[in-house]
């Protein structure tokens, strides 16, 4: 009963700029974790950055210093803003989180069906 939907990516030259959205709905108590993966096509997903819902961000060594996690609890979104892109970024990009569900109110993660983001040379 709940889903999360990406949106922000697409194309984009070798040293752009993105900013990758995602918004869950559905029967939502309340939003714990939340955060952004990716994965490449024969690659493994991998962390990129997550937050906790007061704030705190931890962000992958392959992104730090090019990307931000930020969050908009009244919205239930959660965004990555993405610097100085390089081919080696291009991936479908997931946001995830960590929902207590109405009305059970258990925690389960979720995850969005992804947006593709491609970086040219």
């Known amino acids: 009963q709940v889903q999360l939907v990406e949106s922000g990516g697409g194309l984009v030259q070798a040293g752009g700029s993105l900013r990758l959205s995602c918004a869950a709905s559905g029967s939502i108590f309340s939003i714990n974790g939340m955060g952004w993966y990716r994965q490449a096509p024969g690659k493994q997903r991998e962390l990129v950055a997550a937050?906790?819902?007061?704030?705190?961000?931890h962000y992958a060594d392959s992104l730090k210093g090019r990307s931000t996690i930020s969050r908009d609890n009244a919205k239930n979104a959660v965004y990555l803003q993405m610097n100085s892109l390089k081919p080696e970024d291009t991936a479908v990009y997931h946001c995830n989180a960590e929902i207590l569900v109405a009305p059970t109110r258990f925690y389960q993660t979720y995850w969005g069906q992804g947006t593709q983001v491609t970086v040219s040379s």
């Open positions: 937050i906790t819902r007061g704030g705190s961000t």
